[in-house]
T-cell receptor, first 113, second 112 residues
Framework: SQQGEEDPQALSIQEGENATMNCSYK?????LQWYRQNSGRGLVHLIL?????REKHSGRLRVTLDTSKKSSSLLITASRAADTASYFC?????????????FGTGTRLQVTL | DAGITQSPRHKVTETGTPVTLRCHQT?????MYWYRQDPGHGLRLIHY???????DKGEVSDGYSVSRSKTEDFLLTLESATSSQTSVYFC???????????FGEGSWLTVV
């Protein structure tokens, strides 16, 4: 079963608007990561937030983590058409090897001009 | 680009035939992974390797086997392909910084 579930499944916004995607997970984690996938390509790592962190920034990306609610959000500010892609959260377990990531089903983001 | 090459990139095969997908890396990473991606399921881990000859099962390992005889190569074999194994297969490695996964470009497999 999937550890992470993204919400919404699809999101359509206009260029310049902010895009927010949410991820919920089920078990304790060591860290949570967000990845991006352009159509027909492999996934690309965007940002990692550790379980003891609450917020992290990288350029136009802002990630929050609420371990009490087992949820995370990814905010992309001032969206561009080039941000059109699918976005996945992935969780690394808190026990055992932290190298086994479990991915969610993704949010498809469409940014229109 | 983490130096990951998948081959073949596209393949059409018939039900019941064996298929091997190859993943090659150039940067001596210890951990390698095979995922499959299907609509509505996201990415699911098939098998992974934590060293030469050291492999373990993932979430959806039935019908698949793997081998890693050299650090740089991780092979995924479908012993007898079925239509349910039509999918996009991604190889990945665990790179630096720790816990960051780097993906190959994918192998599109169609079983008819």
């Amino acid at each position: 079963s999937q550890q992470g579930e993204e919400d919404p499944q699809a999101l359509s916004i206009q260029e310049g608007e902010n895009a927010t995607m949410n991820c919920s997970y089920k078990t304790s984690i060591n860290n949570l990561q967000w990845y991006r996938q352009n159509s027909g390509r492999g996934l690309v790592h965007l940002i990692l937030i550790r379980s003891n962190e609450r917020e992290k920034h990288s350029g136009r990306l802002r990630v929050t983590l609420d371990t009490s609610k087992k949820s995370s959000s990814l905010l992309i500010t001032a969206s561009r058409a080039a941000d059109t892609a699918s976005y996945f959260c992935a969780t690394a377990p808190n026990t055992g090897t932290a190298s086994k990531l479990t991915f969610g089903t993704g949010t498809r983001l469409q940014v229109t001009l | 680009d983490a130096g990951i090459t998948q081959s073949p990139r596209h393949k059409v095969t018939e039900t019941g035939t064996p298929v091997t997908l190859r993943c090659h890396q150039t940067e001596n990473h210890r951990y390698m992974y095979w995922y499959r991606q299907d609509p509505g399921h996201g990415l699911r881990l098939i098998h992974y390797s934590y060293g030469v000859k050291d492999t373990d099962k993932g979430e959806v390992s039935d019908g698949y086997s793997v081998s890693r005889s050299k650090t740089e190569d991780f092979l995924l074999t479908l012993e007898s392909a079925t239509s349910s194994q039509t999918s996009v297969y991604f190889c990945a490695i665990l790179g630096d910084p720790g816990n960051t996964i780097y993906f190959g470009e994918g192998s599109w497999l169609t079983v008819v």
